[in-house]
């Protein structure tokens, strides 16, 4: 079932750059990327693109196909419409580098803000630590991000109103909450969320959610529980009266 | 000319940000000294994400028979006794500190009953043993120690690619590399350098490595004067998906066969049970209902012998798929859905045991493994051989150059069990840091030479001089040719005419790869890179063949199909390889040291 395909990719940098049509023959079972690939090995030598695993786990190749956020390695051939011609583009939300390739730094930058991981005392006298399964479930879910981006892509407050420096984005508040939760973390982020991380800018329109390609419940089962929290240390009348007049000591 | 480029003056400078690399900077920041890190992809993108089923240590916490005694057997046994013995006992009594410190430091482990982290069977072990985070182990591994390590002043270098080593006299000075996003050369000083490069398996058409895997840091080392050793020793992996074409090659972990899944060839024959080798009898189950007791945790029971050694599952699959009983598109069927016999709610728990697996099939295949058997074969997946390395320090015979990991060598011997892997990089890149970083501070800084650097400049910037046309080609042409010669005649299956055959072929390329061409910039132009990286392949491919046409039997991820059986004198030898004065590859063997008695004296007790 071989059949003739049009990509067509955006080439350029940071200066600028147009989409360009590449005709190509696709066989049964292909991804995008395998025809990005083909084209690079064939067409465009120098097309760039990034990519590790091939395989979903690396989050690599985030790219925009047919305008929507995506890894292209997961994305199949037989899911898109190939009548017509498939628009592949760099993730919008980040300067680009060249072709596919975004500048994604601004993310490693953020992340080493956030207070790491710090740890009770270990429960047993041999330095280990006890915790039931049940209770790491939910960190195990914010765990499983492979940091593609693609959550800051699709988000509005970073995409469409560049709030870069007063806003983390849903990956770093989904990191943020897998350290809040962590049965051991005894370190306090809520300050900061409140503050220079900008926690209230984001309204709950759960775009991040819908393209994440682990399924990890954003929205809902980090951001909002962040949310909660900051609203209960810092907006809650009677949580504050109480804080105040509580026993000390 | 060195002045030109922008130069970084690090004490240790680790290049690879893996598993094995970002341990040993970790490590090495730790000692107080100042860390460059060199990073191919993007930071938290290297091949260790991969890893699905776990990290071998022997911890006791689901049975508490289990010992660093019996983990090193187990290694020793896998690996068909070439192992560095010293190595797999450091390993085996070093690997569960190396876990808990991870808990430490953030893992998020999946739990016993007890609230302990919970181990599970893997191939070639003999208790449960691989702490697990479902099946995404890797990527619990290489993000912990990411966000640890972003923390400690490490000077993190993403994108870079290293084209050569520098060397003042006979040690090591730094390395010469290029930033993939902007093609600007640099040069990297250091007193002491750790090579955490991964694996090789690129070199190869069918593989379950990334672009990545090209064997940059054994082809690195080797051309800097290092000694490689047992080069032959490839492991292919008997799980890797064969449909659709796009996906071929892709692992599918052994945690599959540890929760229960099966091999089955067109039959629907359990073929493994036709061939159980005799060192493994006394623990394998010869009953499928023992079996399956096995992998629900039945302290009782024997292993099923699906969890046989890599080497042997994928040497069963080729059997059955050459003799014409295989699956349509020339593997045979693993299959997790039959547990619905066995268990109520078995699509629920595959996909809680195995969700990566369950998605991977699903997205890429349109096939849901809770009801469907799938379609797998063997693929090229981790390299036993690499970098020789003292196994106290993972020192290389360079003075100042360390190398930890895929890269390195000899803990696995002649096969890796499954799991020992991730275990391998957690210890042994905390004492490559470490050691390091004694050498970086025993030690005054190096001079680097700018005649060396201009050298390495030359040569990474010469396929843009060549002109297109007239007998030049495009890199990705001599790349396929090289894969496909590979697997063809170096494969899983070996036989010594095919193997000349590839030598000779592998000059050939070396001719064409020379004469290669690219067009364009300097600016992220993955054709350029792909021409670097020929060498790294040529080199590592030559070295593979070298060492597989002298070992004249089969041990381990070696098969011969001239020599179908081992040699007993040839389990007294590895084979190391070196750079002569006139720039051949020189192979020569050389005796393993004996093993003290108190270790001997382990393996007897274990059989």
């Known amino acids: 079932m071989n059949k003739t395909v049009t990509f067509r990719i955006w080439r350029g940098d940071a200066t600028g750059g147009k989409f360009v049509d590449y005709t190509t023959e696709i066989t049964e079972g292909l991804v995008v990327l395998d025809v990005v690939h083909k084209i690079q090995a064939t067409q465009a030598n120098d097309l760039a693109v990034r990519w590790n695993c091939k395989a979903g786990k690396c989050g690599s190749c985030s790219a925009e196909v047919n305008g929507m956020p995506k890894l292209m390695c997961m994305t199949r051939m037989d899911t898109l419409n190939t009548d017509k011609p498939i628009t592949i583009e760099p993730m919008r939300a980040f300067p680009s580098i060249r072709d596919l390739a975004t500048d994604v730094s601004w993310n490693f930058r953020v992340k080493t803000k956030i207070k790491k991981f710090k740890p009770r005392a270990p429960d047993a006298a041999d330095g280990t630590w006890r915790m039931q399964q049940e209770d790491v479930d939910r960190v195990q879910e914010f765990r499983k991000c492979i940091e593609c981006f693609l959550c800051q892509d699709v988000c509005h407050v970073l995409r469409d109103h560049h709030l870069h420096d007063e806003f983390i984005g849903p990956r770093f508040l989904v990191y943020t909450a897998a350290l809040e939760m962590h049965p051991l973390d005894t370190e306090n982020r809520l300050p900061e969320l409140k503050q220079a991380q900008g926690i209230g800018y984001c309204n709950i329109t759960k775009c991040c959610t819908k393209v994440c390609p682990e399924h990890i419940t954003i929205t809902d089962n980090a951001i909002i529980p962040l949310k909660e929290r900051v609203v209960d240390e810092y907006y809650d009348p009677f949580g504050w009266l109480w804080k105040k007049i509580r026993p000390q000591g | ?607």
């Not at chain 2, 051309?223 to 050793?229: D, F, M, N, V, Y």
């Not at chain 2, 990566?356 to 699903?362: A, L, P, R």
């Not at chain 2, 957690?426 to 700018?450: C, D, L, M």
């Open chain 2, 1 to 607: 000319m060195a002045t030109n480029y922008e130069t970084f003056d690090y004490d240790v400078l680790v290049i690879g940000a893996g598993g094995a690399g970002l341990r040993a900077a970790i490590e090495a920041s730790a000692a107080g000294v100042k860390v460059g890190l060199i990073c191919k992809s993007l930071l938290g993108k290297a091949h260790t994400v991969m890893a699905e089923g776990g990290m071998a240590a022997a911890m006791g916490n689901v049975d508490d028979r289990d010992s660093w005694k019996v983990h090193f057997a187990d290694t020793m046994r896998g690996g068909q006794y070439v192992n560095n013995w010293r190595m797999a006992e450091l390993h085996a009594k070093e690997a569960p500190a190396r876990v808990h410190e991870l808990e430490a430091w953030g893992a998020v482990f999946d739990r016993t009953k007890e609230g302990k982290i919970s181990q599970r069977n893997f191939g070639g072990h003999r208790y449960p043993r691989l702490a697990h985070v479902g099946d995404r182990t890797g990527l619990e591994l290489i993000r912990t120690l990411q966000d640890h390590g972003i923390h400690q002043g490490i000077s993190v270098h993403m994108e870079y690619t290293i084209v050569s080593l520098l060397k003042d006299g006979d040690r090591v000075a730094g390395a010469f590399g290029y930033d993939r996003e902007r093609g600007r050369f640099r040069v990297f000083k250091a007193k002491a350098v750790v090579v955490c490069t991964g694996g090789l398996g690129r070199a190869y058409a069918v593989t379950s490595n990334s672009w990545e895997g090209t064997g940059d840091g054994v082809s690195l080392a080797y051309h800097a004067g290092a000694e490689l050793l047992d080069m032959e020793f490839i492991q292919f992996h008997p799980t890797g998906m064969i449909w659709p074409p796009s996906v071929r090659g892709i692992l599918v972990t052994e945690s599959v066969r540890g929760e229960g899944g099966v091999l089955r060839n067109k039959d629907g024959k359990r073929f493994m049970y036709d061939d159980i080798p005799d060192n493994y009898k006394s623990q394998t189950s010869t009953d499928p209902e023992e079996g399956w007791r096995y992998t629900q945790n039945d302290k009782n029971a024997k292993r099923p012998p699906e969890l046989l050694t890599r080497d042997h599952v994928a040497r069963c699959i080729n059997r059955e798929v050459k003799a014409g009983r295989g699956s349509p598109h020339g593997g045979v069927f693993l299959d997790i859905s039959w547990i619905k016999e066995k268990i109520p709610n078995s699509a629920e728990h595959i996909k809680r045991k195995l969700p990566s697996m369950y998605h991977q099939f699903m997205q890429l295949a349109n096939l849901d493994i809770t009801k469907e058997p799938m379609e797998i074969g063997p693929t090229t997946h981790y390299a036993m051989g690499g970098i020789r390395v003292n196994a106290e320090t993972q020192a290389t015979n360079i003075p100042g150059l360390y190398a930890a990991g895929e890269c390195a060598a000899g803990l696995h011997g002649a096969n890796r069990l499954g799991g020992n892997s991730l275990s391998d990089l957690i210890v042994f890149g905390k004492r490559a840091g470490e050691y390091a970083a004694i050498y970086a501070k025993e030690n005054p800084a190096a001079n680097v030479s700018e005649a060396q650097v201009a050298a390495a400049y030359r040569e990474a910037i010469e396929p843009f001089e060549r002109p297109a046309g007239s007998g030049s080609e495009g890199p990705y042409q001599v790349q396929y040719d090289l894969q496909n010669m590979m697997q063809a005649n170096v494969g899983i299956v070996r036989l010594q005419n095919e193997m000349e055959f590839a030598l000779a072929g592998i000059d050939k390329l070396k001719a064409r790869a020379a004469k290669v061409a690219v067009q364009g910039h300097l600016e992220y132009n993955p054709g350029w890179h792909t021409a670097i990286d020929l060498k790294h392949l040529l080199t590592i491919s030559e070295a593979i063949t070298l060492g597989a046409i002298d070992r004249k039997e089969s041990r381990g991820g070696h098969f011969r199909e001239d020599f179908p059986n081992k040699d007993p004198e040839a389990a007294k030898y590895n084979s190391v390889i070196s750079k002569a004065a006139d720039g051949s590859m020189k192979l020569r063997r050389e005796t393993i040291p004996p093993m003290p008695e108190a270790l001997k004296q382990v393996i007897e007790e274990m059989k």
